[in-house]
């Protein structure tokens, strides 16, 4: 077996605005992140995907990059960027950053010279279109609501932007665009940061015809027959020869549309792209035509294990998976999948963890997740900072014909200011993560009871949980290699599943509801072994019957 290390890994995602203030300003910083070092070491984990800290306006929050090779000045210095990859690495922490090269900020200097005139050599770094009978050359919309063009005055054109318009798409077909962002790989690497996630590389690749389509209620048609994802596959060939082959990285592709097929081309074990891709098929599972993903139903477990089942067999010994519940785009892991009440916050949380841990894939922590972090109570959006959800509110409102209340309600299952909300240290002034009272978002209120100090040295804690599946799967050659096989898939209950590896078995077992499911154990399993880190009840399982949220796997 030829294991790469990061086949082993489990990774914990930092975003930084939301990490740890250490100037006092309300805003995560890098000296913030370095400080807190010792408590993800302490969790186990092995690598840290460090979302954006390059020099950005911050109109989407560093997802606008307008030098790649410079920090954002509120994020601190290189120096202490250097600190902080120096201190991971001694720790035994690697770190991946995140490359946003679909597009960049208006305000690069490539954007300005490009839109500075149409001879400039920097115009076709970004794709510039003219009107066609006055309008835009097509009338898709962006991920942030409103035209994918922009019109810009001084040169009479318009230009391609998929998100924000502070956000232009860079044009990949350009071979000096690649060569640029080839060589900013490099110095990164050379510098010594351990790979990369790639923000929505899958959408590198554009129709060049620029299509139209059905418009939707907003007046815009999608945006997906844009992207031509087969034709990013040698995009990232070339750049695995013209860099990655030279260090030993981990990569991780965020690819939307992503199937099973074309993750085989994207993470094949053979090498010849990335590590692993993001798929977005199980966090897609609700979502509606007129509102997208703005609604507030939950998804349906059949569901989820069909996705999940899919995934596992797909992938197994072709490709690799990335396993993950959250990140900075999606609600809490705990409130939007399990149960946030304070009844069964800790249990369900625990019990989430086990599911997606057990399976085969790097697993893929969120910030506060390893605490059991959940959504925060919004009542209205003045309080909420990210541009998509200001978008979303107006298109529910305006267009689709919503109140305030159900816009807010979908604000409080979906939107992504659920995830960013400070880090809950501990119980002291704005849970520990600022010493200013004006965080950029407000600490959830349930910091006083969520929180790490409070949990950390607690053997029962969903954080001792995380620690012990984390360490798990460092020593369990059958979690991270193991065949992955569905059992019960019509349950709507309970999530069941079995690993196997060279004639050793696992069988994971976790409930999904707030009551007692009955339920036998195969008889294979009598005489089992339980997994200790795999439990998140006190006592052994009970004959028959699986507890509310139980989880518990047994080895055989
Ligand atoms: O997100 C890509 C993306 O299309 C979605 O996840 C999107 O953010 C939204 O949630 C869809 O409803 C990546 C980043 O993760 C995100 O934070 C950025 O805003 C976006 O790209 C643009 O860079």
Known sequence: MNEQWWQRAVVYQIYPKSFQDSTGNGIGDIPGITSRLPYLAKLGIDVIWLSPVYQSPMDDNGYDISDYRAIWPGFGTMDDFDEMLETAHSLGIKIVMDLVVNHSSDEHEWFRQSRSSRENPYRDYYYWRDAVD?????????????????????????????????????????????????????????????????????????????????????????????????????????????????????????VGGATVETAKKYANLDGSELSMVFQFEHVGLTGSPERGKWVTDKPRLVDLKRVFDHWEQGLDGVAWNSLYWDNHDQPRAVSRWANDSAQWRETSAKMLATCLHLMQGTPYIYQGEELGMTNYPWQDMSLINDLEAHDAYRMLTQDCGCSDEEAMAAMREICRDNARTPMQWDAGPQAGFSKSSETWLPVNPNYAEINAAAQVEDPKSVFAHYQGLIALRHQSDLVVHGHFRLLEPESEELFVYERELDGQRMLVVCNFTDHEVAWQVPQEYAGAELVDAACNYEDAPVAGKVRPYEAFALLA
């Open 134 to 254: 006055g309008h835009a050359p097509s009338n898709m919309g962006g991920v942030f609501g409103g035209s994918i063009w922009e019109w810009d005055e001084p040169t009479q054109q318009y230009y391609l932007h998929c998100f924000s318009v502070k956000q232009p798409d860079l044009n990949w077909e350009n071979p000096r665009v690649r060569d640029e962002v080839f060589n900013m790989m490099d110095w990164w690497l050379a510098k010594g940061v351990d790979g990369f996630r790639m923000d929505v590389i899958g959408m590198i690749a554009k129709d060049l015809s620029f299509p139209s389509g059905e418009p939707g209620p907003t007046g815009y048609a999608p945006l997906y027959p844009l992207i031509q994802d087969e034709r990013v596959h040698p995009y990232l060939q070339e750049m695995r020869q013209r860099v990655l082959s030279k260090y030993d990285t981990m990569t991780v592709g965020e």
